[in-house]
């Protein structure tokens, strides 16, 4: 069995359209470190809410991605609201942009059409929901089976005369999906087993021949006590979830152990699909996805046992009635055959099938080949597809499934891809932002991740005056061109860029510690991060290595000698110095010939600071009111102001301040920037140049290169996210019906859409800014921290270069 499979993999890898990334030298690594490519940046899960997709929105949705250096992006097709599964709303304004309408089709070609344009990646999920191969092309027939019985118990010694009922038709109930029943049942074998003459097949008697079509058995059985089983198959009822609205009730999950109902249901996926994008086909429009399994349990189908019996030598039939009457623990051997045998098939018929069939359409397959209820083997199902993938959440501390990155490493698969900061409504309640992600951020990139795909970035159809506008019903994490933060968010962005383009390059060779190393033919390339909450000081230990190393900082882009160095047994030591969360890669080149952009080292002599003191002129700009500015004020968290327009803010507010700077003295000073307390993100301008963006504490620029002796103009940007404005809101009388209430810590819904949206005519209720579609907040909600509380401080060093 495991050579048929390898056989099957390596025919896999011939027929592949993924053309093999090649790797950059360290030298153009070097070059592109500060403004990696697009090509590098995260992708996206870009969610389009049931009917509630426009071509106006598609092109400013791409155009955000762009700008903030995002790759490209998987299109999903969801209901109009989400919950554990699918919230319906009411009044959606264009009920007649169904999935797969004649709308649909242009939107998508538009999006392909706008991501070539823009020098994106598109691609789609394979079905609709998010998971997890299905349709409402897919029919009872062609559905997931189970094997369903009904038994009942005898005494031999004399004919009997029964009626065997059919087997109960399972009920498919999961998450918030309309509960549906089978309609259609089969027949496999009628089976009689002898009570108290313990586990032997060879005692189980066939009786399928002497039941009629109503199920009416006679037989003249043998002395003892027999239980009777009439065992049959039936569909799960398994759906696709969450659906868009039109679709709920109407789809099934596709059989995942049938060659053939598998081939029909990606014929059905990617005809129509290429057909309609066929210019844009390997081009902007590169993958298709099938996201982490909820399908729930199969272990049937129309082959199953003549497939079974050719691959373990025995028919499963009398072991089913065994397994029943005697238990698991009875009839182990047959319990790990039947497991082998479905993992198996649910490999070789639907993922395998998929990828052959995404392949032939000149399409990347990406999987996230993981089952809860381990119904399928991991790494193999990981070695199926052209692009692994595995998930973290956003509070987590970004662990990937071990099987995936594995199987990637031992196929030489140079991208693993992770579902990236997949958030409940606790954690993600408008609060989020990149500090907040830096943890699992780092962790994922430590555990092999090198492609996110950031969760989520919802379709925004509508006028921007809606806004933050259309979500993911209660999950997060919010991405999207509405977020507050998502322009000076680029920074983090870019970090991720260039994280992702080293990580990219060469071969990982191992994982340890805090560590993840990879090898280029030109250098060694090894990931360090501190995920503790204290700073780190010591010496890391760099295996394999040989020659001096570089220090490469993601965040900053720049590139310095590190002088603290010494060979050992295993490569070289490297001491290294991290704070919370803080990374940055070793770098080990075995050619350098990109000097001029490597700095020195700086030898620390001393240093002083100067406190930045007084009032200053902020101006606001709040994302969905007028502007206004306050002079002379102090520096203040914006949620204790007793003016409403600053305590409900969400936006960015700007300081300004000009101070006078002696940095006279020695010839080497390096001045930094330390804002203090900040909420959430600073961008920050010294004399009118750009000193960069600080995303995450302690939050300090170095604004050496832009500062002068004497009068200088500071000018910095904070950003705060929605949450002061969303509680601000909830001070007003809502005008529209809320839908279901899940509690405090996990929001409520709008019932449907307000006649006043529908008409885009002034709302009713004028003290309320926002319009979203699942509230996270109450009246009486506690405000966020906002804006900058300081201290601001300038600290200047006295430097020397080693």
Request: charged letters at 25%.
């Amino acid at each position: 069995m495991y050579y048929r499979f390898m056989l099957c993999f390596a025919l896999l890898l011939l027929c592949s359209p993924l053309k093999a990334q090649q790797d950059m030298t360290i030298n153009a690594l070097a070059h592109n470190f500060s403004a990696p490519k697009t090509e590098y940046g995260a992708y996206v899960w870009w969610h389009w809410m049931g009917s509630n997709f426009s071509k106006e929105g598609i092109t400013k949705d791409l155009e955000a991605m762009k700008q903030a250096g995002i790759g490209g992006a998987t299109i999903f097709n969801l209901t109009s609201a989400v919950m554990e599964s699918e919230y319906l709303m009411g009044n959606n304004p264009w009920p007649e942009r169904t999935y797969r309408s004649d709308y649909y089709w242009e939107a998508l070609e538009w999006a392909a059409a706008e991501a070539e344009r823009l020098g994106l990646k598109l691609g789609l999920h394979n079905c609709p929901g998010y998971a997890t191969t299905g349709g409402d092309w897919i029919t009872e027939e062609r559905a997931m089976k189970r094997v369903v019985m009904s038994k009942q118990r005898v005494m031999g010694g004399a004919p009997i005369d029964i009626t065997l009922q059919r087997p109960t038709l399972p009920t498919f109930s999961n998450w918030s999906e309309p509960r549906r029943t089978a309609t259609s049942y089969w027949d496999i074998e009628v089976v009689a087993v002898p009570i108290g003459q313990g586990v032997d097949a060879s005692k189980v008697v066939t009786l399928t021949k002497n039941m009629d079509e109503q199920g009416r058995l006679e037989w003249d059985a043998p002395e003892g006590e027999w239980m009777i089983y009439r065992i049959g198959y039936a569909p799960t009822m398994s759906m696709p979830h969450p659906v868009p609205d039109e679709l709920s009730g109407r789809t099934l999950e596709v059989d995942k152990l049938s060659r053939e109902h598998n081939i029909y249901h990606w014929d059905k996926v990617l005809q129509p699909l290429v057909e309609h994008l066929k210019p844009y086909i390997g081009k902007s429009f590169t993958h298709i996805l099938v996201d982490s399994y909820e399908a729930g349990y199969q272990d049937w189908s129309e082959d199953f046992r003549q497939e079974f019996i050719s691959r373990k030598g025995y028919d499963p039939i009398p072991w089913i009635a065994l397994k029943d009457c005697f238990g698991t623990q009875a009839v182990q051997q047959y319990a790990h055959d039947n497991r082998e045998v479905i993992s198996n098939l649910f490999i070789e018929k639907s993922w395998q099938v998929a990828r052959e069939k995404i392949n032939e359409a000149g399409l990347e397959f990406y999987i996230e080949p993981y089952d809860w209820m381990n119904q399928f083997d991991i790494y193999k199902s990981a070695l199926t597809a052209d692009v692994p993938m595995s998930e973290f959440w956003n509070l987590g501390d970004g662990r990937l499934h071990p099987q995936v990155i594995k199987a990637a490493s031992d196929a030489g698969k140079k991208i693993v891809a992770a579902e990236a900061y997949t958030g409940r409504p606790e954690s993600c309640m408008y609060t989020e932002d990149p500090a907040m992600l830096k943890h699992s951020t780092d962790g994922a990139f430590h555990h092999g991740a090198n492609r996110f795909f950031l969760h989520h970035w919802v379709h925004q159809p509508f006028d921007d005056g809606y806004q933050p506008g259309m979500g993911m019903g209660w999950w997060g994490t919010h991405f999207g061109r509405h977020q507050t933060w998502i322009k000076p968010a680029k920074a983090f962005f870019d970090y991720i860029a260039r994280c992702q383009m080293l990580l990219q390059q060469g071969e990982l060779i191992e994982i340890y510690d805090n560590v993840l190393h990879r090898r280029l033919a030109d250098a060694d390339i090894y990931f360090v991060h501190n995920p503790s909450a204290e700073k780190m000081t010591g010496w890391v230990e760099c295996r394999g290595a040989e020659g001096a190393p570089q220090i490469w900082s993601a965040v900053r882009g720049d590139i310095l000698y590190e002088k603290s160095y010494a060979p050992s047994e295993q490569g070289v030591r490297v001491m290294l110095e991290l704070g919370r969360d803080e990374s940055l890669f070793v770098v080990f080149a075995r050619e350098c010939d990109y000097a001029e952009l490597v700095a020195p080292d700086m030898r620390l002599l001393g240093c002083s600071e100067i406190a930045v003191e007084g009032e200053w002129k902020i101006c606001f700009e709040p994302k969905l009111d007028k502007a206004f500015t306050l002079r002379n004020s102090a520096l203040c968290d914006f949620s204790l102001s007793e003016d409403e327009r600053v305590k409900y803010f969400a936006g960015t507010a700007t300081y300004h301040k000009t101070i006078n700077i002696n940095l006279e003295g020695s010839s080497h000073k390096r001045v930094l920037l330390d804002l203090g307390e900040m909420n959430d993100i600073a961008h920050v301008w010294v004399n009118g140049q750009d000193a960069g963006v600080s995303w995450y504490a302690p939050f300090v620029i170095d604004i050496t290169q832009h500062i002068r002796q004497g009068r200088n103009k500071l000018k910095i940007a904070v950003t705060n996210n929605w949450a002061n404005r969303l509680i601000g809101d909830e001070q007003h009388p809502a005008d529209f019906e809320w839908g279901i209430d899940r509690g405090e810590s996990m929001g409520r819904g709008m019932k449907s859409f307000p006649e006043w949206f529908l008409n885009d005519t002034p709302r009713t209720e004028r003290g309320r800014k926002t319009f979203n579609i699942w509230y996270y907040y109450r009246p009486t909600s506690a405000l966020q921290k906002a804006g900058l509380v300081g201290p601001v401080r300038l600290v200047v060093q006295d430097v020397m270069p080693e």
